[in-house]
């Protein structure tokens, strides 16, 4: 191990810079340090740095967050630093796409400044769900800045959250802020603060001035000496890290990089490893291999399990197109056709029990029964259980081409026919805005000219029907083949990508638990659940087989049926009294819920304990409590199993 990174680790702060000035090595930093601190000055001084956009509903992890006072220098610099692009490009593959950011501590002391009674609320509503590879503004917040905030207002925000734990605990906290204070050379006055110096004595009024006084107290700190003190800090703990991991050579990065060092690497080395390394005058683990770049995707031409549901999906969209096209005016509604939630027995207006079975041809609706009647649960991979919902995973498997189209299709119906519609016609565009979103993403867009002939229609459902029509047909012509095709590309690329990113993060492929956390989707929809077909379609070995185990008897709409009359519920009707109808609505719920006792009884080879089948979730009153409602329940799953 090198003399230099010993030194490092053993330094105190100031000693840890002189160590880097003497050996020429600040130089690197020289530029992030004053971003920090411009930063650190302007948020003192009463302005917020980052500003967060709430993104498009209905899409996750769309937030914009930007930092707002940067000077176009400091952009630059972050773009080249922190985009995800270019950290991942140095072997940052640790990073997640997609993060949560409490970004409001960054504005807290504005807060304070112009808004003190709901400062701290204020700020703990700037969060911003982002993708991280949508600006290097988000990363660089997350990495860099949000560390030093937290740290310098945690005497703030501890007290603003309360605490009811002991003594020595709240001793302990405090103890570890004077600790880093005194790191930073901060000398602002922790007195009102610390535990035991009489807080809660203070008024609102004195509380608040307390608050401020910090902030004035801080803001007379050299900003530029707080920034290079703290990243001090934060590059040492790096330091000591790796000389405990490397017991006399150097580690590998996967064996130093926890999610709590993770943030430090990304903030002062862009994510590069090597350059840490160099840094710290250590030679690289000679069996320590850096990825720059993931190997393409692979991309299936010819998948036979895909290619076959592929093409009952083909001849499902045909007889639903056909369907939709002759609906008339006296007809079912055709809610039900595309089953979309799990079946509870219940009363009041709802889908239309296993309409496709009525509706679709015989064989087809065998096919969809065969073809997604199997399941991966993540947790217990090597397992494939029985999917109670052949037809929804269905449904799922398309996406949301199929929930657009049914859903405009039943608008239009309801809005018409009656008796009530979720959305009106107008507002079709705002309800479907995610899904609009996404087959826009898959290069596949819905012609918005589409809700503006609904919205000028006359007459009853019919002419509303045929513009439905003529656009659903329209767009399945030019883009039904393109949209299928994307599907399972996507899914199995994206499986292919994650492996790979797995492995280039950790120096291994994952473990078959492991790949079924992102691999599950891909098995149930395109291969029945097995994993190992997964694997083969994206040209990699598979560590474990999948075995099948089917409890299920009959289809699950049957099941449900059968469990709740063996709990002793009662048809429902509405003229029920108040409590007998709730009761029924327990055991209506529980006999829903057997569907998830028995994929737990396939997965783990045994009948489900309680805990493990998650009795506080459920309500026991009609058994007069769970200790006498668990046993019979149990006893009634095992009843309709038998017969």
């Known amino acids: 191990m090198s003399d230099y990174a010993s030194a490092l680790a053993a330094a105190e702060p100031d000693a840890f810079l002189s160590l880097e000035g003497e050996a020429g ?286 093409e009952v999906l083909r001849r499902w969209w045909g007889q639903f197109d056909a369907v939709h096209a002759r609906q008339v005016p006296g007809m079912h509604p055709l809610w039900g056709l595309i089953e979309d939630g799990p079946y509870t027995i219940k009363t009041g207006f709802g889908p239309i029990r296993q309409l496709y079975r009525w509706i679709l041809t015989p064989d087809l609706v065998e096919e969809v029964n065969t073809l997604w009647d199997g399941l991966t649960l993540p947790r217990w991979p090597e397992t494939i259980v029985s999917e109670p919902y052949p037809h929804r995973l269905m449904a799922e498997t398309l996406g949301p081409a199929g929930e657009f189209w049914h859903g405009v299709a039943l608008t239009v119906w309801f809005v018409r026919e009656g008796p009530a519609s979720r959305t009106t016609v107008p507002g079709l565009r705002g309800h479907y805005r995610r899904v609009l979103t996404e087959l826009e993403q898959a290069g596949t867009p819905i012609h918005l000219s589409l809700f503006d002939e609904l919205e000028h229609a006359r007459g009853g459902f019919e002419p509303l029907r045929d513009i439905v029509t003529r656009h659903r047909q329209g767009w399945s012509n030019r883009y039904f083949e393109e949209y299928l095709r994307h599907r399972w590309q996507s899914e199995l690329n994206g499986v292919s990508y994650e492996h790979d990113k797995f492995a280039a993060a950790n120096g291994r492929a994952p473990t078959y638990q492991q790949f079924a956390r992102f691999a599950a989707k891909a098995a149930n929809h395109w291969f029945n659940g097995d994993l190992t077909a997964v694997y083969a379609a994206i040209g990699e070995p598979a560590p474990a087989a999948s075995r099948r185990v089917d409890l299920l008897p009959g289809s699950a709409h049957d099941f449900v049926d059968a469990l709740y009359a063996a709990l002793g519920g009662l048809p429902f009707d509405e003229a029920m009294g108040a409590p007998l109808a709730d009761l029924c609505r327990q055991q209506a719920e529980l006999a829903a819920a057997g569907l998830s006792y028995l994929q737990l009884a396939e997965a783990l080879g045994r009948v489900p304990e309680a805990k493990e089948f998650g009795v506080e979730r459920h309500e026991w009153d009609w058994a007069g409590g769970v200790e006498r409602g668990w046993p019979a329940y149990r006893r009634a799953v095992e009843k309709v199993v038998r017969t």
Request: glycine share 6%; no cysteine; proline share 7%.
């Open 25 to 310: 090595k600040d130089t690197r930093f020289a530029a992030l340090d004053r971003l920090v601190a411009n930063v650190l000055s302007a948020a003192l001084a009463g302005h917020r740095p980052v500003a967060v956009v709430p993104g498009e509903q209905g899409i996750k992890n769309s937030d914009a967050l930007t930092l707002s006072t940067l000077t176009p220098q400091e952009r630059i610099l972050i773009q080249e630093a922190h985009s995800l692009s270019a950290q991942r490009g140095r072997g940052a593959w640790y990073l997640a796409e997609q993060l949560s950011l409490k970004a409001g501590v960054l504005n807290l002391p504005a807060y304070l400044r112009h808004h003190p009674w709901h400062a701290v609320t204020l700020a703990g509503q700037d969060v911003a769900r982002v993708h991280l590879g949508s600006t290097p503004d988000a990363l660089a917040a997350w990495s860099l800045l949000i560390p030093l905030f937290d740290d310098l207002l945690a005497p703030i925000t501890v007290r603003a959250s309360g605490s009811a734990k002991p003594a020595a605990e709240q001793e302990e906290t405090w103890a570890m802020i004077t600790q880093m204070y005194a790191s930073m050379g901060l000398a602002a006055e922790l007195e009102p603060f610390a535990y035991g110096r009489g807080w809660n004595r203070l008024d609102r009024a004195g509380q608040a001035r307390a608050r401020i006084g910090l902030l004035d107290a801080l803001g007379r700190a050299d900003p530029l000496r707080t920034a290079a003190r703290f990243r001090a800090a934060r590059v040492q703990e790096l330091v000591s890290a790796t000389l405990k991991k490397g017991r006399g050579e150097t580690p590998p990065a996967r064996k130093v990089l926890t999610k709590a060092l993770q943030p430090a690497l990304s903030a002062y080395f862009g994510g590069d490893w090597p350059a840490y390394l160099d840094y710290v005058e250590l030679p690289q683990n000679p069996a320590e291999k850096i990825v720059t770049a993931l190997p393409a995707a692979a991309r299936p031409t010819q998948v036979p399990a895909v290619e076959r549901r592929a």
